[in-house]
């Protein structure tokens, strides 16, 4: 069981804005910053977003990531096909002393 | 380029032992913490150990603790993972991953991964 929270999937057409959410506690999302990874089919996961709104090299800024409280989301603006991939959020736990993952979102472009 | 390849996975029975290992290349090994990260087939992230970037510091997930040791050779820019009293539930790809310092632990580099299976 996830301690992270995420819907498990998500759609949206080619152009639309999409948000997926991650859902946490004070010992984790409320006191650290938040990562997001995007992995495709068989593929490692990519680092997309960390810091909660910091890109890597190379990321579009057509992805973006924010928190309040103990939630965080990430949003993609512009959605292409390329998008079509499982997404995942991730923060320190100060309780368990370790990183935790939400469950996934899978996306959709329809 | 930053290169992280991992091997040491294969096939192995409940209850038996496995090391795997993530050779590391393209940047200053000694300098950044490492994690292990696993993935059931079909299934979702599981966070497993982290090591500090000068070994002295360890931290292992509930799931693994007391059975798994994650341990590097900096000499060698080698991390390991030591499974001991492996179980079906294991069973994943498991990803070593360079930590980038940044608060929140984020995983910039991933290797391709190597599969464990725990079955009889």
């Known amino acids: 069981q996830s301690v992270l929270t995420q819907p498990p999937s998500a759609s949206g057409t080619p152009g639309q804005r999409v948000t997926i959410s991650c859902s946490g506690s004070?010992?984790?999302?409320?006191?650290?910053?938040v990562n997001w990874y995007q992995q495709f089919p068989g593929t490692a996961p990519k680092l997309l977003i960390y810091?909660?709104?910091q890109w890597p090299s190379g990321v579009p800024d057509r992805f973006s990531g924010s928190k309040s409280g103990s939630s965080a989301s990430l949003a993609i603006s512009g959605l292409q096909s390329e998008d079509e991939a499982d997404y995942y959020c991730?923060?320190?736990?100060?309780?368990?002393?370790?990183?935790?993952f939400g469950g996934g979102t899978k996306l959709t472009v329809l | 380029q930053v290169q992280l390849v991992e091997s040491g996975g294969g096939v192995v029975q409940p209850g038996r032992s496995l090391r795997l290992s993530c050779a590391a290349s393209?940047?200053?090994?000694?300098?950044?913490?490492m994690h292990w990260v696993r993935q059931a087939p079909g299934k979702g992230l599981e966070w497993v150990a982290l090591?500090?970037?000068?070994?002295?510091?360890?931290y292992s997930a509930d799931s693994v603790k007391g059975r798994f040791t994650i341990f590097r050779d900096t000499s060698k820019k080698t991390l390991h993972l030591q499974m001991n009293s492996l179980r079906p539930e294991d069973t994943a790809f498991y990803y070593c991953?360079?930590?980038?310092?940044?608060?929140?632990?984020?995983?910039?580099?991933w290797g391709q991964g190597t599969l464990v299976t725990v079955s009889s």
């Open positions: 991953a360079r930590d980038n310092g940044s608060p929140g632990a984020p995983f910039d580099n």
């Open positions: 393209g940047f200053t090994f000694s300098y950044y913490s």
């Open positions: 090591i500090s970037s000068d070994g002295t510091k360890r």
């Open positions: 004070s010992s984790n999302i409320g006191s650290n910053a």
């Open positions: 810091g909660t709104n």
């Open positions: 991730a923060a320190w736990d100060d309780s368990l002393n370790g990183v935790i």
